[in-house]
């Protein structure tokens, strides 16, 4: 790549948090010339038998993917539950107003009994101020606040440029009937129009790694944060807790320890004078979610905690998704970080 391009930045970034307010994070919105294009909700919750559940979903434009739903159910790994294939798939009504969001009234759901899928799930997502409701009947009905700040950064590239935000909410209520709590993540995706995530340089060669962590302390703090690791510039790294910007910097190195099918055991980066840990276990990857991506990417859960911090842990889960053939081709596979 020509690192000396005319008004190409190599997808060098710059990072902050930010304070929630909807009336600014507008779907119709320009921000550094890019319009929002994806938008995905997703989190971790585990529940009092101790099992994990990972609820995820995707929007473009007023339509929805689906919920993938995974759980850790004993047969090694968080796996594929069969409620993804009942969650709701295709066009939601939204209403948008200066501070409040809905997704709701989907429209297969609105034709005859006899053309609907039995068994097809109800769906209500709504955003007022900072309150968040996620309801899709016997599935999932959670509800819960923002409780820190969100993280934001923007990448130059003259080729693709991307803006990239996400606010953390923290939830109880039920999954799969079960009472739970957790976090749950809203981040948007701004790129040119057109683009989809996956084909994008972004996925197909440059991203390495991409940490999502959130940590709940016995003293009621909430710590969150995204550490991006990649090629040419490709580095972010935010992390938010008690309404403080704690870490910030695009300026972040990675180094890995991988197991034999290419998931990551042990990470850890620095950030700007902090470094932080990944450690993961072989019951923790997501390989049924894996398989149905390309470009050899790796998704799993974990636990990351900043080096020196003592606080005692009450709940603590990351997603972590990688590529190991770029690791490893970037020299960062290590065999310890011991």
Request: glycine fraction near 20%; avoid cysteine; proline fraction near 0%.
């Given at each position: 790549m020509d690192d000396y391009g005319y008004g190409d930045f190599n997808y060098r970034t710059v990072v902050s948090g930010f304070v929630n307010d909807l009336s600014r994070l507008q779907p119709g919105a320009v921000h550094f010339g890019l319009e929002q294009q994806i938008e995905y909700i997703y989190g971790f919750f585990v529940g009092e038998d101790g099992a994990i559940t990972c609820l995820e979903q995707k929007f473009v434009g007023s339509v929805s993917t689906g919920t993938f739903v995974m759980r850790t159910?004993?047969?090694?790994?968080?796996?594929?539950a069969p409620e993804t294939t009942r969650s709701y798939r295709g066009e939601v009504r939204r209403t948008i107003e200066d501070k409040y969001r809905k997704w709701s009234d989907p429209v297969m759901l609105r034709l005859p009994e006899s053309a609907r899928r039995e068994g097809d799930l109800p769906y209500l997502l709504e955003l007022d101020g900072d309150h968040f409701v996620w309801d899709q009947g016997d599935l999932c009905h959670l509800e819960g606040d923002i409780k820190t700040l969100g993280v934001q950064f923007y990448a130059a590239s003259a080729e693709e440029p991307l803006f990239f935000t996400s606010i953390p909410y923290w939830v109880t209520g039920t999954v799969l009937g079960r009472p739970t709590s957790g976090l749950v993540y809203f981040d948007r995706v701004h790129l040119r129009p057109g683009r989809e995530w996956k084909e994008t340089k972004m996925f197909t060669d440059i991203q390495l790694s991409w940490n999502i962590f959130g940590n709940v302390y016995s003293d009621g703090s909430i710590e969150y944060g995204k550490i991006v690791v990649g090629k040419d510039g490709f580095n972010a790294a935010m992390v938010v807790d008690d309404h403080r910007l704690t870490a910030g910097s695009s300026d972040v190195q990675g180094r890995y320890v991988l197991n034999e099918g290419g998931f990551i055991r042990h990470a850890q980066y620095d950030v700007g004078g902090h470094t932080y840990e990944f450690r993961g276990e072989d019951e923790n990857n997501m390989a049924e979610f894996s398989a149905s991506r390309w470009n050899g990417y790796h998704a799993q859960f974990g636990v990351t905690r900043r080096l020196g911090?003592?606080?005692?842990?009450v709940s603590g889960v990351t997603w972590l998704e990688s590529f190991d053939h770029r690791i490893r081709?970037?020299?960062?596979?290590?065999?310890s970080l011991d």
């Open positions: 159910d004993g047969r090694g790994g968080m796996n594929i911090d003592d606080r005692e842990l081709d970037a020299g960062l596979a290590l065999t």
